[in-house]
């Protein structure tokens, strides 16, 4: 096996391409958590996102209309959790656990009534290529970064833009409060609940992006594993990149490299059975969770409920 | 019997109600499902009843789906109680089921005496092992079992489709299947006119026993302590880490025998397609009946009317499979809820 492979530029240019679904939910779920919110509810909410973005896709055959009612479909469940976990004040684990299972349901509960059983599954036109003028040209760089989907630069910007807003704004600031100490945030008259609410509708949002992602760039089908564990995986980069924005674009890049390099080792290796290298990406994010933990600091309010008429 | 067990059993009106309203809610759900796909639904509710428990096929088979969910739903609950999740029910399961399958493929001539409890205890220990990786890491590092048992789902699974396609494939099956075991290894039937094995009476076993073992021993105690409140528990002397890697691989155990009771009692071979969710499934029995045993025992046993009913619909009313998770998930939200109002009212 030559070595080679390991740096290809395709490779590379797939594994950014793959990124974009860590990154989107990954961001989404940074969000919710920095407001101290415990969203495990994700991986459901990327299959339903990836659901609704297949069945707007195939219905009216426009990406915008998908990619719009997949971040609806998100936000929707966003909103539940948040009516369950900041209102009623349930515990955030148990009722993300209902709702992953729930969307997971819908998800192929909505694809059975829309497509119903087929021999041939029906494809989605993929995004097309967009090509950044002048910056394509730059050695490797161009070829890897810049003739990509929209959603690749949508997420570049996201990451950026989450920097800005929760480190160098008011309402960052406000939010990130809410997550550490509710009850102090409270005492100086921030609204915690709104700002929950806000958060995990806008998180929600981008996971069902990050879905959306799945069936519109990668495979161009929907089935009832398109997730694969990506959602947990989203859910475990915000441990590994420190609840920062750039720390989860890393994570996601590093598990897209993984993630991509099996198919360039599957063409080398035929002798190894394919299952085996399909693995890979999990045994790896096990491998780097034990790192991930080491010093792990979350917000210090995540998880808990918010009452405001609690004794201290 | 203490407080929490005793909560369950007292039949006050208003512990009830919730329930009955998510039972309510998901017939109400259901019918508009039986509706909107242009079904009668006095037809297809009649349905549900004969094939769930209105015939003794029907019981059978309700009693069949009910082994897996009630030993799954029993080791979610188990494993909250102790202070973990346990998201990975089906992982355990499968290597379980690879244990199991394993060494039931070369247990010819063995006598059943030998055979049966030989793989059910394969069954046992391929479920603690696959549970033993996240319990060393959870205790050692502090890493979460959520993450890792779940990645490890997805290598059981894996794994089983390499098994199954590959060395223990059945060439005259074709599908994802393997050989079939050796037949004195099958378990014997309960009610053989009903197609129900005896897997029933072995959750039911394992149930008491997790029961007995959480109220009536002093580890069962530490591990209740654990999960109510680790820093006071450790501040009693309790050994936190321990315990709670215990209960991880106590709770993977029973799933790895709800694998081989699978491949033993049922499919008589390793199949790809082995679990249809019941890993989600346990984690929604575990909380619906409060995360105590009894409660997960008699959540499984409703689950599996739901599974094995909408299995009939989806052949008269063509309703697919996966509704059923919707209705459990919704059944669940409604309590939920309904538990809510209680509170603040």
Known sequence: MSWELLVDPSLFRLAVTMSVPLVLAGCGELLMERSGLLNVAIEGMVTLGASVAFLAGFATGRTDTALLLAALSGAAVGLVLAAYAVFGRRDQVTVGLALYVLCLGLASLSYRVVVGVRLTPPRVAPLPEVALPGLERLVLVGEVLFRQHALVYAAGALVLLLHLFLFRTAWGLRLRSAGENPAAADAVGIDVAALRLGASVAGGALIGLGGAALPLTLTGTFTEGIAGGRGWIALMLVIFGRWAPHGVLLGALLFAYVEALQFKVALVAKAVPPQFLQMLPYAFAILVLIRAYRGAEAPEALGRPYDREARA | ?345
């Not at chain 2, 039972?23 to 094939?51: E, M, T």
């Not at chain 2, 005259?172 to 006119?193: C, D, F, K, V, Y």
């Open chain 2, 1 to 345: 019997m203490t407080s929490e067990t005793r909560g369950l059993f007292r039949s006050r009106a208003g512990d009830l109600w919730p329930y009955v309203g998510g039972i309510v809610l998901a017939l109400v759900v259901l019918a508009s499902f039986v509706r909107a796909a242009g079904g009668d639904v006095a037809a297809a509710l009649g349905g549900i009843v004969r094939a769930s428990f209105g015939s003794a096929v029907g019981l059978g088979q309700t009693l069949n789906k009910a082994t897996p969910l009630m030993l799954g739903g029993v080791a979610v609950a188990v494993g909250m109680r102790g202070g973990v999740f346990n998201i990975g029910v089906d992982g355990q399961i499968y290597m379980g089921a690879v244990l199991a399958a394993g060494l039931g493929l070369g247990l010819v001539g063995v006598p059943p005496l030998v055979a049966v409890p030989a793989i059910l205890c394969a069954g046992v220990v391929g479920g603690a092992v696959w549970g033993a990786a996240p319990a060393l890491l959870r205790a050692r590092y502090g890493v979460s079992e959520i993450f890792v048992t779940v990645m490890l789902n997805f290598i059981a699974l894996f794994f089983v489709e390499y098994l199954s396609t590959g060395p223990w494939n059945d060439p005259l099956a074709g599908e994802a299947i393997t050989r079939p075991i050796a037949p004195s290894a099958h378990l014997p039937m309960l009610l053989a006119r009903a197609g129900a094995h005896a897997g029933i009476l072995l959750a039911l076993a394992a149930a008491a026993a997790v029961w007995a073992l959480l109220y009536r021993t002093v580890l069962g105690y530490e591990i209740r302590a654990v999960g109510d409140n680790p820093t006071a528990a450790r501040l009693g002397g309790v050994p936190v880490e321990r315990r709670i890697a215990f209960v991880l691989v106590l709770s993977s155990a029973l799933a790895g025998l709800a694998g081989a009771i699978e491949v033993a009692g049922f499919h008589t071979r390793l199949i790809l397609g082995l679990s249809p969710g019941y890993g989600v499934m346990s984690i929604l029995i575990a909380v619906l009946g409060r995360r105590t045993v009894p409660g997960a025992v008699v959540g499984s046993v409703f689950f599996a009317v739901l599974v094995v009913g909408s299995d009939s619909l989806q052949r008269s009313a063509g309703l697919p499979a996966s509704g059923v998770f919707v209705l459990q998930a919704a059944i669940l939200l409604f309590l939920l809820a309904a538990e809510g109002i209680r509170r603040t009212a």
